[in-house]
């Protein structure tokens, strides 16, 4: 990281340190008492996510140095094989 980066890229790169974080159970914060445990943080990672999104589009640097995310309710492109219909078809 250099003084000569954008101020997108340095925010991007938090943001992803932090999405990483929150992904992986470190930036989630955890209380107990009495066999009770409750867990909490301060963003949505979906939200989080949106962000990045949004930001990393709007910043070339970014875009040359950091990986593109996809929302994580994105549907995936691969559908299975096609259906197969066994016997005799019926007019």
Known sequence: MSEQDPPC??????L???IDQRMTGEGVQSVGH???????ANLNVGDMVKYYIQLWKQCPAAQAELPEMQP????????GRPP???????V
Not at 34 to 40: H, P, V
Not at 72 to 79: E, F, P, S
């Open 16 to 18: 992803k340190a932090a």
């Open 34 to 40: 009495k066999g009770r445990t409750m867990e909490y």
């Open 84 to 90: 197969i219909f066994m016997g005799r078809g019926y």
């Open 9 to 14: 890229l340095v925010m991007l790169r938090k």
């Open 72 to 79: 994580l309710d994105a549907t995936t492109g691969t559908r």
